[in-house]
């Protein structure tokens, strides 16, 4: 824990993720909180903003001092959270809350546990954990969480890696989750109960907070794996290793930086866009999707260049963007991202402005001079939430994919203009 007085907050605090704990002269516990960027979260708390409410003045106006704990992730965050939450029981987490407002994970007593996420009310009877109520039989639970969203995205996000079975059915027949890798097929011989237990115990040492105890135990699994020649069993233990070491949980960066009326509850959309031709001849542009970190393919457009003669790449960005943005009936993004610096970020801006998209954030993202690391170009005029610029390898994912998505299209018309000798 690193501890920091209020007059030190300005320089003191990391723009990490990680929870922020409240405590009064005491040392008590009033509040705990988690955040992407412990700076910016802990900020808000003394700007004075008007719309703060009286709850948050009155719990800024007893605080002492604030502690902060880092966390990798914005999901260990999360966890760890809710971990302490239940832990100290603070006055401004618990009170005015109703039974309905908490939830918790709950690992069934099953031959092959579920993993399920209840609320409070399913779960205890004044207080006490009630089993004869409960609609599952329950081994253990973790929590309490504030958000069930938040929780659903978690277990979204572990589950891919360390599958389970999530239907009330002992049975694998028509189970889509089976053919997409999200279920181990326990009930149809596809895995063992011992390696199926092992998933969930990843699981729980995850609600648990122990990461670095739980990726020391899969690398030695993985070291014995090798060493009797099972070299399948250690490449899914190698590949469980690095998803956790790599965790993408940009779903959980959401809208969660501001006290003051933005809802935590909403997506979070990123669309990537890129432009592909060769010396102007077959131009096209791409717009790929991104919501909650995963990519939306039934949102992905295609724009064949109509307007721009030659090889003008801005010219031809500006006209994608003018075209996607008369649509207004669409979806809005939270960020917009191109493929290019200053020059395209300012071709953008241009659009944007046009048609007065004051909430949409903007940023490129380019190789730097080195070409060994990515610049991202931050519009000054739609300045997107730094929270969705923190994690540069997923914009570098979305930018690929607007790339791939672009490159593929220009390839089919340039395949049909040869056929057609000249084509459209």
Request: charged share 30%.
């Amino acid at each position: 824990m690193k501890k920091l007085s209020q007059d030190k907050l300005c320089v003191g605090l990391p723009q990490t993720p990680g929870v922020y704990l409240f405590k009064d002269s005491s040392g008590v516990v009033l509040y705990v909180g988690k955040a992407t960027s412990l700076r910016d979260r802990v900020r808000q708390y003394f700007s004075g903003h008007d719309s703060r409410g009286e709850r948050i003045a009155q719990l800024v106006s007893v605080a002492d001092r604030v502690d902060v704990q880092e966390t990798d992730t914005v999901m260990e965050a999360l966890i760890l959270e809710a971990n302490l939450i239940r832990q100290y029981r603070p006055k401004y987490n618990v009170d005015g809350k109703d039974d309905k407002s908490f939830s918790y994970f709950v690992i069934t007593k099953e031959d092959f546990p579920r993993v399920l996420i209840l609320r409070e009310t399913e779960l205890f009877s004044d207080g006490n954990l009630d089993k004869s109520s409960a609609s599952v039989p329950v081994a253990s639970f973790f929590g309490p969480y504030t958000s069930k969203k938040h929780m659903m995205i978690a277990l979204k996000i572990l589950r891919k890696i360390f599958p389970f079975h999530a239907r009330r059915e002992k049975s694998e027949k028509g189970c889509l989750d089976r053919q997409i890798g999200l279920c181990p097929g326990p009930y149809d011989g596809g895995v063992t109960r011992e390696e199926y237990c092992k998933n969930i115990r990843g699981i729980v040492s995850m609600f648990r907070g122990q990461k670095r105890r739980l990726l020391s135990s899969l690398e030695r699994d993985m070291s014995v794996f090798a060493k009797k020649g099972d070299f399948e069993q250690a490449a899914r233990v190698r590949d469980q290793v690095f998803a956790l070491r790599h965790i993408r949980d940009v779903a959980l960066l959401g809208r969660e930086t501001s006290l003051f009326g933005r809802d935590s509850s909403q997506n979070v959309r990123i669309e990537g866009y890129d432009i592909s031709n060769i010396s102007g001849q077959h131009a096209v542009g791409s717009m790929v999707v991104f919501e909650n970190g995963e990519s939306k393919k039934s949102d992905y457009r295609k724009f064949a260049i109509k307007t721009v003669s030659g090889s003008n790449d801005f010219a031809m960005m500006r006209e994608v963007l003018a075209r996607r943005f008369r649509h207004d009936e669409w979806p809005m993004p939270d960020l917009v991202l191109v493929d290019g610096g200053k020059g395209q970020v300012g071709v953008a801006e241009e659009v944007l402005d046009l048609y007065k998209l004051k909430k949409v954030g903007l940023a490129g993202l380019a190789k730097g001079p080195t070409r060994k690391k990515l610049d991202v170009h931050k519009s000054e005029l739609f300045p997107p939430s730094d929270d969705l610029l923190e994690d540069v390898n997923f914009l570098a994912q979305v930018r690929d994919e607007s790339h791939r998505f672009a490159v593929s299209f220009h390839r089919q018309k340039r395949s049909k203009g040869l056929l057609s000798k000249g084509g459209e």
